[in-house]
C-alpha cells in the first residue's frame, strides 16, 4: 500500500460545479497536509494547507482533514475552465521534512 | 505565497555534457530545499533534501555523483546533471522550506539532453 493514495482521474466537470477531490494516506504520523494545483509544464503552486484535523476556507477553495479516517479533502465551488489543471495532495509529519504526495487528480472545466 | 524561481527554465544539451539548473529563494531565507523530478503524467519524484552549508541527502536509486547538490546560501541551491544521457532527460523542480511548514515550489527546468 502506497503512502498516500490519490485518484489520478481524469474528472471531467461542467463550468459552476462543484468538484471534490481527495486522498487517503496510511502514514497516522502526518499533520501538515497541503493541496497544490499544478498546470502543464509548471511547478506545482501553493492552493492550500492545513495542521492536523480541521477544515479550512479560502475563497472558492476547502480543504478538510480527518486524521481519524486519515483523510483529506479539497472542495472547489463554483469551478471555472482555469481551474482545469493537476491538483496535487501532498503531506509530513514535521515542517520542513521532504513532502509526500498523491499521484494527483487532473480536473477538466468545461464551458 | 512565497516566491522561488528557478534558472534556466528550459535547456537542451549535448549527451555527455553537464548542466547546472539554479533555485532561487527570492522572498525568504530556505533554511531546507528539495529538489524533484517529474516524468510525463507523473507525480513529484524527490531526489534530494538539501540544508543549507550541508551536504545533500539522496534518495535511494539517486546517483549523488550523477546529480550534485549545493546549497551554498540561504537563498541558493543548484543541481547539476554531470555527464547527461537522454535518459536524464525530464523536468527538474526545486522547492523551499523556511521556519514554516509551507512548501514553494519553483517553476520547473525542462531538460532535454540530445
Known amino acids: 500500500q502506497k503512502e498516500v493514495e490519490q485518484d489520478p482521474g481524469p474528472l471531467s466537470v461542467p463550468e459552476g460545479a462543484i468538484v471534490s477531490l481527495n486522498c487517503t494516506y496510511s502514514n497516522s504520523a502526518f499533520q501538515y497536509f497541503m493541496w497544490y494545483r499544478q498546470y502543464s509544464r509548471k511547478g506545482p503552486e501553493l492552493l492550500m494547507y492545513?495542521?492536523?484535523?480541521g477544515n479550512k476556507e479560502d475563497g472558492r477553495f476547502t480543504a478538510q482533514v480527518d486524521k481519524s479516517s486519515k483523510y483529506i479533502s479539497l472542495f472547489i465551488r463554483d469551478s471555472q475552465p482555469s481551474d482545469s489543471a493537476t491538483y496535487l495532495c501532498?503531506?509530513?509529519?514535521?515542517?520542513?521534512?521532504?513532502?509526500?504526495f498523491g499521484k494527483g487528480t487532473t480536473l477538466s472545466v468545461s464551458s | 505565497g512565497a516566491v522561488v524561481s528557478q534558472h534556466p527554465s528550459w535547456v537542451i544539451c549535448k549527451s555527455g555534457t553537464s548542466v547546472k539548473i539554479e533555485c532561487r529563494s527570492l522572498?525568504?531565507?530556505?533554511?531546507?530545499m528539495f529538489w524533484y523530478r517529474q516524468f510525463p503524467k507523473q507525480s513529484l519524484m524527490l531526489m534530494a533534501t538539501s540544508n543549507e552549508g550541508s551536504k545533500a541527502t539522496y534518495e535511494q536509486g539517486v546517483e549523488k555523483d550523477k546529480f550534485l547538490i549545493n546549497h551554498a546560501s540561504l537563498t541558493l541551491s543548484t543541481l547539476t546533471v554531470t555527464s547527461a544521457h537522454p535518459e536524464d532527460s525530464s523536468f527538474y523542480i526545486c522547492?523551499?522550506?523556511?521556519?514554516?511548514?509551507?512548501?514553494?515550489f519553483g517553476p520547473g527546468t525542462r531538460l532535454t539532453v540530445t
Open positions: 492545513t495542521y492536523s484535523s
Open positions: 522547492s523551499s522550506s523556511g521556519t514554516t511548514y509551507e512548501q514553494y
Open positions: 522572498d525568504f531565507q530556505a533554511t531546507t
Open positions: 501532498a503531506m509530513n509529519d514535521q515542517a520542513g521534512t521532504a513532502l509526500i
